[in-house]
């Protein structure tokens, strides 16, 4: 298996433009997370996708992010309009399962840099 | 909700010495806890986890880890660190959605 895949890998955008991320998940995973880290922040935890339905948004910073997941292979994670502290790494992950002691598999990230 | 803590943010270890890493959960109930590496420019790489049973956890890549249930701890442990373990190290613990301490970063000095 290829992996969890996010693109773009870089992404450098200006201050309200929209930008759009996205994620594939591992073929058979039915949970999906989307976090974004910074040095500030670490790992925070934005939203979190079972069977395509979002369970968990109240990681998410501001009504500028949205996310999506129209089916079991694809995600993607929407900021309009972006703002240079929306600079981070944003990262994918998915498991097999949403519950307790489950391991999540994590993409490569997508390092966003708003000028 | 449970939540993990990693109290030491950088930690400088010789190559070929050993290597500890703190994690300190708070107490719900059977906790379920996870030892993650970052690898600089990369994803978080699954070293090893803990759901019940044996307390001595074995993981890849030469590690363990030992879940104590009194001290409130899942310590990460290598006896013998390589130069390529140099990354930052991030405990974790999922009661449905996975939750991570901030982090130690981890140097290997020649």
């Known amino acids: 298996d290829a992996g969890v895949i996010q693109s773009p890998r870089h992404e450098v955008t200006e201050m309200g433009q929209e930008v759009t991320l996205r994620c594939k998940p591992i073929s058979g995973h039915n949970s999906l997370f989307w976090y974004r880290q910074t040095m500030m922040r670490g790992l925070e935890l934005l939203i979190y996708f079972n069977n395509n339905v979002p369970i968990d948004d109240s990681g998410m910073p501001e009504d500028r992010f949205s996310a999506k997941m129209p089916n079991a292979s694809f995600s993607t994670l929407k900021i309009q309009p972006s703002e240079p502290r929306d600079s981070a790494v944003y990262f994918c992950?998915?498991?097999?399962?949403?519950?307790?002691?489950?391991?999540?598999?994590f993409g490569q990230g997508t390092r966003l840099t708003v000028v | 909700a449970q939540s993990v803590t990693q109290p030491d943010i950088h930690i400088t270890v010789s190559e070929g010495a050993s290597l500890e890493l703190r994690c300190n959960y708070s107490y719900g109930a059977t906790p379920y806890l996870f030892w993650y590496v970052q690898s600089p420019g990369q994803g978080l790489q699954l070293l090893l986890k803990?759901?019940?049973?044996?307390?001595l956890v074995q993981g890849i890549k030469g590690f363990e880890a030992e879940f104590k249930r009194s001290q409130s701890s899942f310590n990460l442990r290598k006896p013998s660190v390589h130069w390529s373990d140099a990354a930052e190290y991030f405990c974790?613990?999922?009661?449905?959605?996975?939750?991570f301490g901030a982090g130690t970063t981890v140097t290997v000095r020649a």
């Open positions: 974790a613990n999922n009661d449905y959605k996975l939750s």
């Open positions: 803990y759901f019940s049973g044996d307390t």
């Open positions: 992950a998915s498991s097999l399962r949403q519950g307790q002691g489950i391991e999540a598999f």
